[in-house]
C-alpha cells in the first residue's frame, strides 16, 4: 500500500469535513484532511471592516459565472475551517416540523429521509462540541432536546434588552440567539471571547469563535493518525473501472498533481464546490457526472431568501455585540398568513465602513457613518424551495456557472412587513418622542438590502440525500447510491432548507454520518462512544 493511501480522506474543513476529522482522528486510523486553503494569518486586518468588508482581504479571489454568462463573485472563503471561520456562529436546530413536509405559499417543501428524532443526539453532541451558548424553552418553535445547553446565553446589551421587551409587550415571544462563542460573563478577564464588534462576518483574532478549525480540525492533529494537508485543491475523483470505489483523488498543490487513494472518501468542499467536483469528475462510468446516474447533482441548489434590514431611529443605537435578539414568532405563519414566513434575528453591528462596500442608499439627512451610528441591523431568513432548475454546472471553461431564479418571495415580503408593524410601535423614546422611532418609519428609513446571488453564505441542497436513487445522489447516510465508498458531509445534502442558520445541521449530520463510517471501518461501538466522549459529549 503507497503511503498516499489513507483509511479516510476527506475533502474540505469546514462545518461538515472538520467536524468529520474531530469524529474519526481517535479511532487511530489513517484519516486525511485536504483543504484548498491555508490557515488564516492572525492579523489586527482580522477585526477591521475595512480589511474585511470593504477590501475582502479574507474572500477568494475565484471568479463564477450566473446563469446569463455573467461574471459572479462569490462571497465565499476558502480556509482551514472553511466558512465556520467567518459565520456568526448562530447555531440553531432545524425545528422538527422542517423534516417533514411543509407547504409554502410558493409551493412544497419536500420531507428529510430521516426525521427529527434521529439527528436530535447529534445536535446535543454538536451544541456541546461547538460550545454553544442558549436557553431552552424560549424559542416558541424550537424542537424537543435531550439535555440543556452547557453554557449560559449571551446577555443582551442595553439597547437589545430595551427592544426584546418592546416584543415582549407586542405578545411575541423573543429569545436569545444560541451562539458558538467562547464567552464567560462570570468571569470577564478570563473570558477567551472579549464580545467584540467584529465577529460576525469576520474571524476571530483571538480564537475565541467555535468555528471548525479551533474546535474540530486542530484538536484532532493532536493525534498521529490525524494529517492535513492544506493547499491541496481536489480536482477530480476518479474511479475503478467498474465505476463502482473512487480510487484515486487527484490533488493540485503549488501547481503539482498529486494523488491520493482512500479506502473511504467523503467530499465537503460546500454545497457548490463539491457538486462541482462531482459534475467535473466525469467518466465512462458516470458520464453525468461521479454518483449522477440520478441527474440531481448541482440540482436544487438553495441558500435561503436573506435581507440584511437596517431600522433607524434618532437615539443612537451604542450595542457592540449585536447578535443576541431573535424572533420565530412568524416561523410558521401567523393569524393572517397560514404559510412560513422565516426567522428574525440580526447581523454584526454595522459600520460606517462596512456600508460603504455598497450598502443601502443614504437616507436623506443621514451619512453613512451616523446610520452606522443609529441602526439596528436585521437579518431576515425565510426559505427557499428547491428548483431543480436552480443549479450548480462547469461550463465549457471548467468554471462553475451558479443559475438561481428566486422562489417562495411573498412569505419573505410579509416577514418584513410583520417586522416593520412591530417596530413602529416601539415604546414613545423620552428624548425624541414617537419621533424617534415611528416618525423615521413613516419617513421611509426602513432601509432594505436583499443579499444578491453572490451571497452564498448559506449554501445547501445540491447532492441531496435520499432513499430513492432516482431523485436523490446519497442515501440516508450520506453514502453516493452509486459509489460505495463515496460519501457527502456539508450543506449539500438538505433536501430543504429550512429557515434558520444551516452550520450547526451540517455539524450534527456529520456527527452522525461519523458514527456509520466508524462502524464500517471496525471501529466498533465502543471506540465510536470513546470517540463522543473525547468530542466532550456524554457518553
Ligand atoms: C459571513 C458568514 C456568516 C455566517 N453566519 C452563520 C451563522 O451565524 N450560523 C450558521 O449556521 N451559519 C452561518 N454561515 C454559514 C456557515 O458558515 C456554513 O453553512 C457552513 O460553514 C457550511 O459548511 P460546509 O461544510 O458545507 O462548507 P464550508 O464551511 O464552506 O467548508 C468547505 C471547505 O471546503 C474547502 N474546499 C472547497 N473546494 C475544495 C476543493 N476542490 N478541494 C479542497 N478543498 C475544498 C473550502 O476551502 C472550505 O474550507 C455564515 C457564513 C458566512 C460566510
Ligand atoms: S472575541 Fe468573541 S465576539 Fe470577538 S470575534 Fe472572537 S468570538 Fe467573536
Given amino acids: 500500500m503507497s503511503t498516499n493511501h489513507y483509511d479516510v480522506i476527506i475533502i474540505g474543513s469546514g462545518a461538515g469535513g472538520g467536524t468529520l476529522f474531530h469524529r474519526l482522528a481517535p479511532s487511530g486510523r489513517r484519516i486525511l484532511l485536504l483543504e484548498r486553503g491555508d490557515y488564516v494569518p492572525r492579523e489586527p486586518e482580522n477585526w477591521s471592516t475595512r480589511a474585511v468588508n470593504v477590501e475582502g482581504r479574507y474572500q477568494t479571489s475565484e471568479h463564477w459565472r450566473d446563469q446569463a454568462g455573467k461574471d459572479l463573485h462569490p ?37 428529510w429521509p430521516i426525521g427529527y428524532d434521529e439527528l436530535e443526539p447529534y445536535y446535543t453532541e454538536a451544541e456541546h462540541l461547538y460550545q454553544v451558548h442558549g436557553e431552552r424553552g424560549v424559542d416558541p418553535t424550537e424542537p424537543p432536546a435531550s439535555a440543556p445547553y452547557l453554557h449560559s446565553p449571551v446577555c443582551h446589551e442595553p439597547r437589545m434588552q430595551q427592544l426584546s ?34 465577529c460576525d462576518g469576520h474571524p476571530c483574532l483571538v480564537q475565541a469563535k467555535s468555528d471548525a478549525q479551533v474546535v474540530c480540525v486542530d484538536p484532532a492533529l493532536q493525534h498521529p ?20 470505489e473512487v480510487t484515486r483523488v487527484v490533488v493540485e498543490r503549488e501547481g503539482i498533481r498529486e494523488t491520493y487513494s482512500a479506502d473511504i472518501v467523503v467530499v465537503s468542499a460546500g454545497a457548490i464546490n463539491s457538486a462541482a467536483l462531482l459534475l467535473r469528475s466525469v467518466s465512462d462510468q458516470h458520464p453525468r457526472g461521479l454518483a449522477n446516474g440520478s441527474d440531481v447533482v448541482g440540482r436544487h441548489y438553495m441558500g435561503h431568501i436573506n435581507s440584511v434590514l437596517m431600522a433607524l431611529s434618532k437615539c443612537p443605537n451604542p450595542t457592540v455585540f449585536q447578535k443576541t ?19 428574525i434575528s440580526f447581523v ?45 454546472t462547469i461550463d465549457r471553461d471548467g468554471k462553475i456557472v451558479l443559475a438561481y431564479t428566486p422562489n417562495n418571495g411573498e412569505g419573505h415580503r410579509r416577514l418584513i412587513k410583520k417586522l416593520e408593524h412591530l417596530m ?21 428609513l426602513f432601509i432594505g438590502q436583499r443579499i444578491p446571488l453572490a451571497g452564498v453564505a448559506h449554501q445547501n441542497g445540491t447532492i441531496r440525500f435520499g432513499r430513492d436513487p432516482k431523485t436523490s445522489a446519497l442515501d440516508v447516510n450520506c453514502r453516493a447510491h452509486e459509489v460505495e465508498n463515496l460519501y457527502v458531509v456539508d450543506g449539500s ?12 445541521t451540517i455539524m450534527a449530520n456529520a456527527l452522525r454520518v461519523g458514527d456509520r463510517i466508524l462502524e464500517r471501518l471496525g471501529a466498533g461501538r465502543g471506540e465510536a462512544v470513546r470517540t463522543r466522549e473525547a468530542a466532550g459529549a456524554p457518553a
Avoid at 439627512?365 to 428548483?387: A, Q, V, Y
Fill in 348 to 392: 454584526g453591528k454595522l459600520d460606517g465602513t462596512t456600508l460603504s462596500a455598497g450598502a443601502p442608499a443614504i437616507a436623506p439627512g443621514w451619512t453613512l457613518e451616523l446610520m452606522g451610528k443609529h441602526s439596528l441591523d436585521f437579518w431576515l431568513t425565510s426559505e427557499d424551495l428547491p428548483d431543480p432548475n436552480n443549479r450548480v
Fill in 493 to 504: 445534502f438538505f433536501p430543504s432548507s429550512g429557515a434558520v442558520n444551516p452550520a450547526l
Fill in 424 to 444: 413602529q410601535q416601539q415604546t414613545r423614546c423620552t428624548v425624541h418622542g414617537d419621533g424617534c422611532h415611528q416618525g423615521l418609519f413613516a419617513r421611509n
Fill in 165 to 198: 421587551d418592546d416584543f415582549a409587550r407586542l405578545g411575541c415571544r423573543p429569545f436569545h440567539v444560541p451562539l458558538g462563542v467562547m464567552l464567560d460573563e462570570s468571569d470577564r478577564r478570563r473570558s477567551k471571547c472579549i464580545r467584540c464588534a467584529t
Fill in 225 to 244: 493518525n490525524a494529517t492535513l494537508v492544506t493547499g491541496a485543491y481536489v480536482a477530480r475523483l476518479e474511479t475503478s473501472a467498474s465505476g463502482r
Fill in 75 to 111: 462571497h465565499t472563503n476558502y480556509w482551514v475551517g472553511g466558512n465556520t471561520k467567518f459565520y456568526g456562529a448562530a447555531l440553531f436546530r432545524l425545528r422538527r416540523e422542517d423534516f417533514g413536509e411543509l407547504r409554502h405559499a410558493g409551493g412544497g417543501s419536500p420531507a
Fill in 325 to 343: 435578539l431573535a424572533l420565530n414568532d412568524f416561523y410558521f405563519g401567523a393569524p393572517d398568513w397560514p404559510f412560513p414566513m422565516g426567522h
